[in-house]
């Protein structure tokens, strides 16, 4: 069950944006699975991809075919991956959007294949073939969640969200929605997000945003420590609003502040659906002497399965997250000026640490009165600088256990 997360409410059509979503049948029989995304014409599109190794099929086809031309198309499956399918695998992937070209009337060039599900099965071309007239029948501007449901593999619920950016001159709109729930670590998730804008943004200033806003949400969570082989992120501006978005227009404060907002939310779902997740943990770590500091910790804290085990039991165990501070490469820490402080809801703060051991006035019951919230943060303070980093993440249950050792039976 998802922490503090809810099936989506209202989400807002995005003028030049059209969806569709329908059951290729790939793994699931009883319901969508493939959704269609198209792009009008002067869309502008900004995307980044996953840094695993071995990359699956649809995203060396899809960054080729960014670096060519504007897409028109998206094309995104779940129930398999494409990945670790070699030569064959690009063919598929290149020949899905040879499919979306005929029917559509563009280049393949001018599509972008997606797929998440499992690793190491061939995909068929035969399903994508089944649907491609009804996705190309149903495109419509309102079916937002039906392609956030169509792209879900162990998520629970569908994650999507929309906000209006009220200016002076006319309002933008900005929807996205995600996928997600395992194998999730930076660089990137195993994820993948699809956020769109009405809103007009040069190339190289939708990149930046793209590339600011990556790295304080979705390069920001982790659920397992581990890094797909297909995740991506994509960032579209169809300019139909024709309200201009600019580095030294009025509107650049307000609209990437918003877009922030909606990255992080969708990045937060993601963890909040974490498989088998009954917490969700704010890792905060300060005073570091850089950012790089402070994430290298914030991340050993989060991947360690003791610490994630005992958030998962309510259990305070200190000596878990201080031993995992201790392991994380700061050479030169001086254990001595470490606290560690658990906060909870309504305000509620516990020092558990103070100068490097317990605080003489901790008392347990308090540290598990925090933990027992489906939501608390570990403030971690390094006493070393300036600096910060905050991450979210997961416990670890006997529920993510089960899901995964049956994920493919």
């Given at each position: 069950m998802a922490v503090g997360l809810t099936p989506p409410g209202r989400l807002l059509p995005v003028a030049g944006v059209r969806l569709a979503a329908g059951p290729a049948g790939i793994r699931y029989t009883d319901r969508d699975d493939v959704a269609l995304m198209e792009l009008a014409p002067g869309t502008r599109t900004a995307a980044v991809f996953t840094r695993n190794r071995f990359r699956a099929a649809p995203v060396q086809v899809a960054e080729a075919h960014l670096m060519q031309t504007a897409p028109r198309y998206l094309l995104v499956n779940a129930g398999n991956a494409n990945a670790g399918t070699g030569p064959a695998g690009v063919q598929t992937a290149k020949a899905s959007c040879d499919l979306v070209a005929r029917r559509m009337g563009c280049q393949p060039s001018q599509v972008l294949p997606f797929s998440t599900g499992v690793i190491g099965e061939p995909l068929p071309l035969a399903p994508f073939e089944r649907v491609m007239d009804a996705l190309a029948r149903g495109l419509d501007a309102g079916r937002w969640l039906d392609a956030a449901r169509a792209i879900m593999t162990t998520d629970t619920v569908p994650k999507a969200i929309s906000c209006v950016i009220e200016t002076a001159d006319g309002p933008v709109t900005i929807t996205g929605m995600a996928k997600g729930a395992g194998m999730i670590r930076p660089d990137m998730a195993t994820m993948l997000a699809f956020i769109a804008t009405d809103a007009a943004i040069p190339g190289q200033e939708l990149r930046r945003l793209l590339d600011a806003g990556v790295g304080a949400s979705f390069n920001a969570i982790t659920v397992d420590g581990d890094t797909s082989t297909n995740d991506a992120c994509v960032l579209m501006a169809t300019g139909a609003s024709r309200v201009a978005v600019e580095r030294r227009s009025a509107h650049w404060?307000?609209?990437?502040?918003?877009?922030?907002?909606?990255?992080?939310?969708?990045?937060?779902?993601?963890?909040?659906?974490?498989?088998?997740?009954?917490?969700?943990?704010?890792?905060?770590?300060?005073?570091?002497?850089?950012?790089?500091?402070?994430?290298?910790?914030?991340?050993?804290?989060?991947?360690?399965?003791?610490?994630?085990?005992?958030?998962?039991?309510?259990?305070?165990n200190w000596g878990r997250i201080l031993a995992a501070v201790g392991r994380a490469g700061v050479d030169d820490l001086e254990v001595e000026r470490v606290a560690l402080w658990l906060e909870g809801m309504q305000g509620r703060r516990v020092c558990v640490v103070r100068d490097g051991a317990l605080d003489p006035a901790y008392r347990e019951r308090e540290g598990a009165a925090v933990m027992a919230a489906p939501e608390f943060t570990v403030r971690i303070e390094l006493g070393r600088g300036t600096a910060s980093a905050t991450v979210w993440t997961s416990d670890l249950s006997h529920e993510y256990v089960r899901i995964n050792a049956e994920y493919r039976s």
């Open positions: 404060q307000a609209f990437s502040g918003e877009l922030l907002w909606v990255m992080q939310w969708l990045a937060q779902a993601i963890v909040r659906d974490a498989e088998g997740a009954t917490k969700f943990v704010t890792l905060h770590v300060c005073a570091a002497a850089t950012v790089e500091e402070a994430r290298a910790v914030a991340y050993t804290v989060a991947h360690s399965p003791l610490v994630k085990t005992a958030f998962f039991a309510s259990d305070p």
